[in-house]
Nanobody, 126 residues
Framework: QLQLVESGGGLVQPGGSLRLSCAAS????????IGWFRQAPGKEREGVSC????????NYADPVKGRFTISRDNAKNTVYLQMNSLKPEDTAVYYC???????????????????WGQGTQVTVSS
């Protein structure tokens, strides 16, 4: 059974850092584009970052460029989101998602993703 499990969320002060993990099971994540999305209360789900299969090309939403870094460890079947210089507006539930692909640039639109994790809460507050 294909499954994605996020971890690493928590409470952090503004300017702090967190690293989220997305562990895949039931499939080989190397052959999937993996994305990170977030949803704050009362807001639409938005794409944050994604990483492509085959060549690991990445894509970032403008609000997180220069602060967040996505990476993957195929040996561990895990994708990471390193979040630095966190701001209160980064507060949200963060989800990882996947869709099968090969050597095609990943997309930040959530509509194309087939598989989703349950989410992890990130709260940035002093």
């Amino acid at each position: 059974q294909l499954q994605l499990v996020e971890s690493g969320g928590g409470l952090v002060q503004p300017g702090g850092s967190l690293r989220l993990s997305c562990a895949a099971s039931g499939f080989t994540s190397d052959y999937y584009n993996i994305g990170w999305f977030r949803q704050a209360p009362g807001k639409e789900r938005e794409g944050v970052s994604c990483i492509s299969s085959g060549d690991d090309r990445t894509n970032y939403a403008d609000p997180v460029k220069g602060r967040f870094t996505i990476s993957r460890d195929n040996a561990k079947n895990t994708v990471y989101l390193q979040m630095n210089s966190l701001k209160p507006e980064d507060t949200a539930v963060y989800y990882c998602a996947a869709y099968p692909s090969w050597f095609r640039l990943c997309q930040l639109s959530h509509s194309g993703y087939n598989y989703w994790g349950q989410g992890t809460q990130v709260t940035v507050s002093s």
